[in-house]
């Protein structure tokens, strides 16, 4: 049965009506839903929880590896330790060619100290047994001059006594005489002796006078003598320079220290750089740590160390096999610098350029891996 054409126009204009209608009806259904409000999207759909950050890192004993150095361009006479020696902080490691040199130079500054020492002890007891002959000196003007001034002055007072004696006794004889009872004669007699007794008592006064000024003059002779020698003691001590002797052996000293390479603390020699006959480089002597605690430090990537915590509980995993068993540890510092990731990933497909934090991780055990030093790892921090 055929269609007229003007039913199958009116036919098309119909379906062409319906095909509109479910075009709009569509454009309004996207519409709505990008009108939707963010938060009523998220209330429809939750995004799961992180369970773990995961990470590659790297292992290192505590305090880091550390790099024993000397005075670049010397050379190394003999090392002391070998790799994998355990040490304890201040054994020596190395030699250093100067070394005998300058053992040569303290000898020597030991012996220039020496001489000055006996020099000095020589000069001092010298001097000082002239100090102790000034001493002696003083006591001997002392003693007996001081005697002698108190014998003369005991001769003065019993001389005055008997001069008072005497006058009072010619006091006596004037009246007596004057009265007739002694005769000229005895009171003469009496004038003279205590005429006498005052030309007695004079010249003990003047004797005394003397052996006073003689005790002064000898005494401070002796006590100039004294200081005199004091004088030179001190004078002989810093002529001898002890002094500059021992700053001398000071300096020899130190300089012999620098030819020692000691260890700065306990650990294990990890690898040698510079052997007995080499001039020490910007590379150093050798590399050591303290291997007995060994640690992970990880990589985190900026986006997801806010999600890290000290005392989160990590694993560590080997994907090369280097050790069977996962360690496991804890976290014990987060890094407060951002920087570019220096541990690559073998996909080729990781980043290798990224943003990341090291995370020091304290492991239980660190017997399976204390050999292990700079070793990749891939750490598993638990963040629930």
């Known amino acids: 049965m055929k269609i007229s054409k003007k039913l199958q126009s009116w036919l098309g204009w119909i379906l062409s009506i319906i095909g509109s209608a479910f075009t709009l009806a569509f454009i309004g259904l996207n519409i709505s839903n990008l009108t939707t409000p963010k938060h009523k999207l998220s209330e429809q759909t939750t995004l799961p929880q992180r369970l773990e950050v995961v990470a590659l890192g790297r292992l290192e004993p505590k305090g880091e590896v550390i790099h024993i150095n000397g005075p670049r361009g010397e050379r190394i006479a003999r090392l002391e330790v070998s790799r994998g020696d355990i040490i304890q902080s201040g054994e020596i490691i190395a030699y250093l060619e100067s070394y005998e040199e300058q053992v040569a130079e303290r000898d020597y500054a030991l012996t220039q100290l020496a001489e000055a020492k006996e020099k000095l002890k020589a000069s001092t007891e010298y001097v000082q047994t002239q100090i102790q002959e000034a001493k002696t000196r003083i006591i001997q003007v002392e003693r007996p001059g001081n005697f002698e001034v108190e014998a003369q002055q005991a001769t003065v007072r019993q001389l005055e006594a008997e001069l008072r004696l005497a006058e009072e006794d010619l006091q ?11 005769s000229q004669q005895s009171l003469e007699q009496q004038i003279s002796k205590t005429q006498q007794l005052q030309e007695q008592l004079n010249n003990a006064k003047a004797f005394l006078i003397q052996l006073e000024s003689a005790l002064k003059a000898n005494l401070s002779n002796a006590q100039a003598q004294l200081r005199s020698q004091q004088a030179n003691l001190l004078l002989a001590q810093r002529q001898i320079a002890l002094g500059s002797a021992q700053k001398n052996l000071n300096l020899a000293e130190a300089r012999l220290r620098r030819t020692i390479i000691r260890a700065p603390r306990a650990g294990q020699i990890l690898k040698t750089l510079t052997y007995p006959g080499e001039a020490i480089g910007d590379d150093g002597i050798l590399e050591m740590g303290d291997t007995s605690q060994m640690y992970a430090v990880a990589e985190v990537y900026e986006s997801d160390v ?61 017997k399976p891996i204390k050999a292990f030093t700079n070793l990749q790892v891939d750490v598993k921090i638990n963040v629930r």
Do not use: C, M, Y
């Open 172 to 182: 006596r004889s004037h009246s007596l005489h004057t009265d007739g009872a002694i």
């Open 306 to 366: 806010g999600l890290v915590k000290l005392g989160q509980p990590a694993t560590i995993t080997s994907r090369n096999g280097a050790f069977s068993k996962a360690i496991t540890g804890k976290v014990v510092e987060i890094g407060w610098q951002i920087f570019k990731n220096n541990i690559l990933s073998d996909d080729p497909a990781a980043n290798a350029d990224a943003r990341v934090v090291e995370v020091r991780i304290r492991l239980d055990d660190s």
